[in-house]
């Protein structure tokens, strides 16, 4: 595979600038139009293939194809047919064009007998180099703009149609496969592109159908759509999010969800298995004509770019939706359905023998990250989705396997190789500067599954990573103590950004994402209402299969009170540290699955948000929209670099000191003591250009009340109570709005914070 990998980096040098920048989608692939719009131009990708056909329809699905084109191979392994319009009408296609690839090579030779279900030039489902072309399956073109539907969908449930292997090699897939479609490109706009800067934002993680499927404010056909999503744009700004990031929107398996009501069948309703990485999904469109659902889109994104919004969204290269081995002991029955079946060796990372699929992220096999071909790919989606469709950030989704240096049976992350799919993509798509203005938001989740995976703090420059040390400590300091030993420095270290994280690389605090749930566990109800996952109970809130069962969850002892007061002091922890804070949709209100911890599966009126508040519910609202009000009125809590005198050592407290409930500074031994559950810390916002002098937080981890010793505040300002989270101020108003805070008093006061509360102060 070196010597493979050699030749297709000399293939690729042409297209590659002398800045080291390789042009995007150089080759041009996929099917577009040309200038008079009077002829369609076809390219695909395949250096093993010996023949390939372009196969043309008139309809989607269950109709016979009405043209056939041999396409020629030329400079860098692209393969390309043309045909004219005149031609297609001719064949009988006069609207909507679909089209897919036959492909022929070394296992399955062509033979000029060949008809679909036939036989004829077989040789092995697979051979010695990994190939697996069958022509009785249609290929989808992987860059395909827009797909006509699901493999699977409610006409048609048989996936075996798309297999390889003895039982199934010569069923042809023609007649119902997924097709791509060619339309004239559209002109909706994608508006002005917020340019604020990463740390000033605030995420809102959602699923687009989950959004406002059960929103009856929005029109019903409408509902769960783009369009739907783009009108709750400015409800996101009065919440105070500055950035949606959805859940995966590149096509995927989702036609058959609720084909059988009330049940789980094989539901995919988080998306995380991409047939294509151009096509938005089709589902989510209330338009479903050719390019209904890129306009659809695109208005979307218009929508909340007029509110201020950035979008973001979560992609997944590491794996796609073809799928793995359909079992263990049998290399032979795979789905040929697209990459597999133009260039299996070239587009999937496989084992040493070629034989089977290598799985380092336990969802079929890995994409071949270090090869030069499949990275194009990755690279074109995202800027075509950055470029055309309006995007301004992206979330990978086990980002790790983009760090891989291998291409043939094995996993080695690298940070520093410059040849991985991590470093091209922010070496060929600039990053957002740090002070904000034309670039691309990049976040990692910044592991996978198999050995070698976990790389938390250990992605290059550019990237910013989802903080799962984060998560844990402070779900950890709310709901285990007594089990898990949790140090105030430790928190400390996490509360001001983790330096010891990505303060070692030239990064800052901003590169860390911190969130206490996301779609992936409890919901932040939830978290604080459950001792342990119930993922077995039935329709609409189950069943799920699989979930963590280490949720470091906590009931909080029954009491709905507690429960909603230990929420409020993980949010107000959250907004009050450096980092860019992560929620998800639905935790404004306290939303709850029932302590299912793995709804991937439940496209149902149990995972869809909830649009009608309790009296409860609205006053979490209230608390959660004044919170992020506040963070984002106090520049302090955002800071550029790591606040200086953030050593957990009382050293250089110039902008950040560190307090025990004393009113002593925190010391290594206090910060070291696992027996100390409560800290403070005063942030200094006159060197922060903050509107106020100087804010202080205090969190009190222990079951009781500990009384906090305030330290002086500058010079002629008093402390100020903006919030205590603590039961007994739970109301509308738990928030003080600027300019009715509370008057606390000056150095040396005493406060009493109740039981696993957190008390903000301003100096004014």
């Not at 291998?406 to 798509?429: F, H, P």
Request: proline share 4%; charged share 15%; hydrophobic share 35%.
């Amino acid at each position: 595979m070196r010597l493979i990998r050699t030749l297709v980096c000399a293939a690729a040098a042409a297209l590659v600038s002398a800045h080291g920048v390789a042009a995007i989608n150089a080759s041009g692939l996929g099917a577009a139009y040309n200038a008079g719009h009077t002829a369609i131009t076809f390219n695909v990708y395949s250096s093993r293939a010996t023949r390939i056909e372009l196969w043309l329809y008139a309809n989607a699905s269950g109709s016979p194809e009405n043209l056939k084109v041999v396409m020629t191979k030329g400079t860098g392994n692209v393969w390309t047919g043309s045909v004219t319009t005149s031609a297609l009408t001719s064949a009988g296609i006069s609207g909507t064009v679909y089209y897919g690839y036959r492909a022929w090579g070394p296992n399955w030779t062509y033979n000029s007998g060949w008809t679909k279900g036939s036989s004829l030039g077989f040789v092995a489902d697979v051979d010695a180099q990994g190939n697996r072309f069958n022509p009785n399956k249609l290929l989808m073109d992987p860059y395909a703009k827009e797909l006509s539907q699901d493999p699977t969908n409610p006409s048609n449930l048989d996936g075996t149609v798309y297999a390889s292997g003895a039982s199934y090699r010569l069923m042809d897939s023609g007649s119902v496969a997924p097709k791509g479609i060619v339309w004239v490109p559209d002109t909706q706009s994608v508006g002005t592109k917020p340019t604020r800067a990463f740390k000033d934002d605030v995420i809102y993680e959602v699923n687009v159908r989950g959004l406002t499927k059960a929103d009856s404010s929005i029109a019903t056909a409408y509902q769960g759509t783009y369009k739907g999503a783009g009108q709750k744009a400015a409800w996101l700004a009065s919440l105070g999010v500055t950035a949606v990031e959805f859940l995966p929107v590149q096509e995927t398996q989702n036609d058959t969800n609720d084909v059988v009501p009330n049940t789980d069948t094989g539901d995919n309703y988080w998306g995380y298995s991409t047939l294509n990485w151009f096509a938005p999904d089709r589902r989510y469109s209330s338009d479903k004509t050719a390019g209904g659902p890129t306009r659809e889109f695109k208005a979307m994104v218009q929508a909340f770019h007029a509110a201020g919004i950035k979008v973001m969204l979560d992609v997944v290269y590491n794996h796609s939706g073809e799928g793995g081995a359909w079992s263990s002991t049998d290399t032979t029955t795979y789905n040929v359905m697209s990459y597999r079946g133009l260039d299996n060796p070239t587009y999937y990372e496989l084992t040493s023998d070629n034989q089977s699929s290598y799985d380092n992220t336990g969802v079929g096999g890995n994409w071949n990250t270090y090869n030069t071909i499949a990275q194009n790919l990755i690279v074109d989606s995202l800027a075509y989705w950055r470029d055309t469709m309006g995007v301004d950030g992206f979330r990978f989704d086990l980002a790790a396997v983009l760090g891989n240096t291998c291409t043939q049976g094995c996993y080695s992350y690298n940070k520093t190789d410059t040849g991985t799919a991590l470093n091209r993509i922010v070496r060929e798509m600039a990053p957002r500067p740090a002070a904000g203005g034309t670039g691309t938001d990049f976040v990692a989740e910044p592991w996978a599954i198999g050995d070698g995976t976990y790389q938390l703090g250990n992605f290059p420059s550019g990237w910013s990573e989802w903080n799962g040390n984060y998560r844990d400590l402070v779900r950890q300091a709310q709901n285990q103590l007594g089990s898990v030993a949790v140090t105030t420095g430790q928190l400390a270290t996490r509360f001001a950004g983790s330096s010891d994280l990505f303060g070692d690389d030239g990064r800052q605090p901003w590169n860390s994402v911190n969130f206490l749930v996301v779609h992936d566990g409890f919901t932040l109800g939830d978290l604080y209402r459950c001792n342990g996952k119930n993922n077995a109970q039935a329709w609409p809130y189950g069943p799920s299969d699989g979930g963590t069962d280490n949720n470091e969850s906590w009931d909080q002892g029954g009491a709905a009170t507690a429960q909603r007061q230990a929420a409020r002091t993980g949010f107000a922890l959250m907004m009050t540290s450096a980092g860019v804070p992560l929620m998800t949709g639905g935790d404004e209100y306290l939303r709850g699955l029932n302590c299912n911890n793995n709804p991937y599966n439940l496209d149902s009126s149990g995972n869809w948000l909830n649009w009608t508040r309790t009296t409860d519910q609205t006053n979490f609202q209230n608390f959660a929209q004044a919170m992020i009000a506040f963070r984002k009125a106090h520049a302090s809590l955002r800071p550029a670099t790591f606040y200086s005198g953030a050593d957990n050592n009382g050293n250089g407290l110039q902008q950040l000191a560190w307090f025990e409930p004393s009113g002593a500074v925190a010391d290594s031994t206090y910060f070291n003591d696992s027996n100390n559950h409560a800290i403070a810390w005063r942030i200094d916002g006159t060197e922060l250009a903050d509107t106020y002098a100087a804010l202080y937080v205090a969190y009190n981890g222990w079951s009781a009340q500990v009384n906090f010793t305030l330290p002086a505040p500058p010079s002629g300002k008093s402390w100020y109570r903006v919030t205590d989270t603590c039961s007994w101020a739970e109301g509308p108003g738990q928030v003080r709005a600027p300019g009715s805070e509370d008057a606390i008093g000056g150095a040396g006061t005493v406060y009493g914070e109740c039981g696993r509360g957190a008390l903000v102060l301003i100096a004014k």
